[in-house]
C-alpha cells in the first residue's frame, strides 16, 4: 500500500499510537481504561461521521459516515451493557485524553474543508483512524484484557473495525479517481 | 412488493433464536433444508463475522429464507438489483422473505458492501 506512510502521518492518531511510548504506557491500562479508551474511539468515529454528512455531498461518502454511526454506537451499547452488567465504569486516562485532543483538532482542520477536498481528507483519516485502533485493540489491548467478557467484546469489535477499514479503503479509492 | 417479513427479536441470541425458529420448520445452516406441509421450504442464512452463511442458496419460489444477524453490526440482505432488500437486522434479531419469482441473483448487505452472497431460483 503505497500510500500508507502519507496516510499514517495525515492521521495524528496514527502517530500517536505508533510511538513507543505510547504504546508501551497503553500496555499498562486496565481493563476499565481500556474500555474507556474504546468508547472514546467510538465516539471520535461518530463525531467525525456525523461532520461528513453536514458537509459531504457525496452519497457513497453519506452512506459510510451512516454507517460508522450505526455499527459504532452499537458497538458503545453493547459496552455499556457489559459495564453495567459488571457493576464497573469506565475510567478516562491519558490515552482518551490524548485522542480526544487529536481528534478536537482533525475536526477543526476538516471543518473548513469543502467538496472533493473535504470527502478525499475524510476518506483517507477514516483509513489511517481504522489502521491505528485496529493495531492499537488488537495487537496492545486484547493481549492485555483480563476479563474475558471485555476481552470477547473486544475481539467482536476488532471484526467490526477490520470490516470498516476495509471499507474505508473502498471509499479512499473511490474519492481519488 | 410481494415479499412477506417477519421480524423476531430474541434476546437470548443465536441458541434461543434457533430453538425458537424450530416450531417453524428451519432447517440446519448445513443440510440447508426442511420441508414443510406443502412442500415449501425453509431455508436459513445465518450472518456472522461479516460474512453470510451459506453464500451461496439454491431456493424455490414459494420458499422462505430466514436472514439470522449473529454480529453485533446491524446487516441487511438487499438484492443487487434493488427488488427485495429485508430492511436493518439487527443483533439477534431474524427476517425472514418469502422467495418471489424474480428474486434470483447476488445479494449484498447495504451497509458493508464487501458482504455478498447469491440466489439461486431452481425451476
Ligand atoms: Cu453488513
Redesign the interface.
Known sequence: MKKLSSLAAAGVAAFLLVSPVAAQEAADLNDLEIAHVAYVADNIDIRYAHLALAISTNPAIH?FA??MI??HS??ND?ALALLDKLGAEAQDNFLSQALLENADKLVDEMAGLRGAAFDKRYAENELAYHIAVNDLVENTFIPNIENVEVKALFE??L??FK?HQ??AE?MVEQVSQ | MSVRNRRSVLAGGVAALAAALSGVRVAGAHDGEDHGAEGAVHHLVTIE??KFEPAELSVSVGDTITWMNA????HTATAKDGSWDTGTI??GEAISITVAPGMTGGYFC?????MKAELEIDA
Open positions: 452512506e451512516r454507517t450505526r455499527d452499537a458497538v453493547q467482536a469489535g471484526e467490526i470490516a476495509g471499507h473502498m | 463475522r461479516f454480529d453485533i453490526a446491524p439487527k443483533k447495504r451497509f458493508h458492501p464487501a
